[in-house]
């Protein structure tokens, strides 16, 4: 009986795959951000389409593990806005070195079943790991994808995209870098 009511709880605390998508529905992204004594916080978004491709080595193609996350013009991450992986998240090894141990903010779903499946980042909300909307400013989505054991960087397809944060929307399709394809990035303030 503790077992399940231990079981129930950490179930509810969880918010696994709300923001995620490969391939089926869209999750409702009208959000509307947090309030606090300035005004609307997080209202800006930022949607991330894109498509991966196996690595030189496959080992579990079409399984494979994703990380996407956000860095600032230093390389500072500010934040893990996707993450397909559970047990092999360690094959990720660039997130996993920019992202640490520990990484509490990273919205995470199920390893991927295929690189041919479009994933569909949706409405992150511009905010860093506590919480607070980040700064204008150009940022990097950098995007990792590993269907290997691997131990080095160099083993996973990583991609490298750019965005600015501002008071213009912004629209970017098309992308293709580092064994990512069909990148779309929208970002809306």
Known sequence: MLRTALLLSLLAACDVGSVLNEGGAQPDASGGGRMDSSGPVGTARLNVTLTTSQTATPVYQPANVLAVWVEDANGKIMKTIGRYADLRAIALVAWGQKAGTNDVDALSGATRTSH??????????????????????????????????????????????????????????????????????????
């Not at 909307?133 to 080095?152: F, L, Q």
């Open 116 to 189: 041919t499946d479009p994933v569909t980042l949706t409405a992150w909300d511009v905010t860093n790991r506590q919480g607070q909307v980040i700064p204008d400013g150009t940022y990097t989505v950098r995007m990792e994808v590993s269907d290997t054991n691997a131990i080095t960087t160099t083993a996973n397809n990583q991609g490298t995209f750019t965005f600015v944060k501002g008071p213009n929307p912004q629209m970017q399709t098309g992308l293709s870098n580092g064994g990512f394809t069909n990148v779309s990035i929208s970002y809306t303030p």
